[in-house]
């Protein structure tokens, strides 16, 4: 794990990068409150009328204007997402992380044309980072057994859990909230457990590849009609 020092600051990992991040976004809402809402937060008709591309990124370490839900976000990316660059490398980490965030954003704002209450949603974007990290942490380890505040659960009851989470807030708040949550949740489990993109691009190719060799083989034909004639080995057959 890499440790990167700034003057008397200490940052490991890509986990302790992102927790920095997330303080620095912090401080963006509490001393440039309108100028990160309006433009370092995720506005999906700002995105397509002005090109703000940017926001697809910025967004991402933007929490939303709560202690509370700065210091859970901080301490879930610290453990979780340390817990994670130890199983898949820091690189690994980064492009979990940004690779969902980003193609989220980009899902989000293409369902604007078509939802218009997306259009005009602010969304911050540190807790689908958080729910990013809890959900890919469960799918790794699957159906082994670990411990979540003492209690022995499967990493898919764990995973389960921090999408029941996100669900939950949307009961209590907008339905639109939940949206990127849902997408992101959805990613994660493609890239965590089917590989997308890479192993499901290699399982298409490796289909692709069978199929050319069951029609190449529909033109063989045997030289002694099919009745058998000993031991012929692989010159039996001709093109």
Not at 26 to 39: C, P, S, V, Y
Not at 55 to 68: D, E, H, K, R, V
Not at 145 to 172: E, V
């Amino acid at each position: 794990m890499k440790v990167y020092r700034l003057g008397w600051l200490t940052i490991r990992g890509g986990a302790g990068v992102m927790a920095v991040l997330a303080v620095v976004g912090t401080l963006a809402i509490g001393l440039a409150h309108e100028f990160t809402l309006n433009h370092l937060t995720l506005t999906p008709d700002l995105v397509i009328r002005r090109l703000e591309l940017w926001q697809a990124l910025t967004w991402l370490f933007i929490p939303l204007p709560s202690p509370l839900s700065v210091i859970i976000g901080i301490l879930l990316i610290l453990s979780l997402g340390g817990a994670l660059e130890e199983n898949r490398g820091t690189l690994g980490l980064w492009r979990l992380v940004l690779g969902i965030g980003v193609t989220t954003a980009f899902l989000t704002v293409l369902l604007s044309l078509l939802v218009p209450k997306l259009a005009g949603a602010v969304f911050t974007g540190l807790e689908v980072v958080t729910l990013i990290l809890w959900v890919g942490y469960g799918l790794w380890f699957k159906r082994s057994i670990i411990r979540f505040w003492s209690l022995p659960i499967t990493g898919y009851t764990f995973a389960a859990l921090g999408l029941a989470f996100s669900l939950l807030s949307g009961l209590f708040g907008s339905w639109v909230r939940i949206i990127p949550d849902l997408i992101a949740a959805g990613l994660t489990y493609l890239v965590v457990v089917q590989g997308f993109p890479g192993d499901v691009w290699t399982r298409l190719r490796s289909w692709q590849l069978n199929r050319e060799l069951k029609k190449r083989s529909a033109h063989l034909r045997s030289l002694d009609g099919g009745r058998g004639g000993g031991d012929r080995g692989s010159d039996k057959y001709l093109h």
